[in-house]
């Protein structure tokens, strides 16, 4: 059964650093997403993307967020400069159509920002 | 702004009784909603969904209901079993965007 991957399943940075998290759709999606989720808190949206751009984003993706598909099969999620509060659990999702359609998920990236 | 709200954090129910998980939302323009199950650290997974234009549909031991008068949606769960504990998601879906519940923690015991 097709599935969304990422990549790194966890990952720890020391705060100002630059992380990239990467996320491989399933093939045949055209619309892909990344949410987050802190520690006992909901799942929050923050972007997704289609057609190489950004279709919508939440207020959580500041000027310190970017996406990008860099070849055919990766979208890739990066924070320039992480914050402590950046600590969260990351989740790629991509859907074949927009409407009507159940998104699948990745496992997560867990990003612990020390 | 919480577009999609899970009043209920937890709930307990015993194995084979039937589990209710509720869901409200405020955006009128939602046309399309999901449950999501999810396991600690792991990402969530579909379970079941409806279109706005329908008010139930089933899939085995799980029924979603829509109320769009009351912009309300339940999930009901029909004979609970102890695998079914975990965290439940309701999501709603407009443009490009999955609104998120903050999820209810379901516990069924054997």
């Known amino acids: 059964e097709p599935e969304v991957t990422q990549t790194p399943s966890h990952q720890v940075t020391q705060m100002g650093q630059e992380v990239i998290l990467r996320c491989v759709p399933i093939s045949n999606h055209l619309y892909f997403y990344w949410y987050r989720q802190i520690l006992g808190q909901k799942v929050e949206f923050l972007v997704s993307f289609y057609n190489n751009e950004i279709s919508e984003k939440s207020e959580i993706f500041d000027d310190q967020f970017s996406v990008e598909r860099p070849d055919g099969s990766n979208f890739t999620l990066k924070i320039r400069s992480t914050k402590l509060e950046d600590s969260a659990m990351y989740f790629c999702?991509?859907?074949?159509?927009?409407?009507?359609?159940?998104?699948?998920f990745g496992q997560g990236t867990r990003l612990t920002v020390v | 702004d919480q577009q999609v709200k899970q009043n209920s954090p937890s709930l307990s129910v015993q194995e084979g009784r039937i589990s209710i998980l509720n869901c409200d939302y405020t955006?009128?323009?939602?046309?399309?909603f999901l449950w999501y199950k999810k396991y600690p650290a792991e990402g969530p997974t579909f379970l079941i969904s409806i279109s706005s234009i329908k008010d139930k549909n089933e899939d085995g031991r799980f029924t979603v209901f829509l109320n769009k008068s009351a912009k309300h949606l339940s999930l009901h769960i029909v004979p609970s079993q102890p695998g079914d504990s975990a965290v439940y998601f309701c999501a709603a879906s407009a443009r490009n965007q999955f609104y998120f519940g903050t999820g209810t923690s379901l516990t069924v015991i054997p």
């Open positions: 955006n009128s323009m939602f046309d399309y």
């Open positions: 999702a991509s859907t074949e159509r927009r409407a009507y359609v159940e998104a699948f």
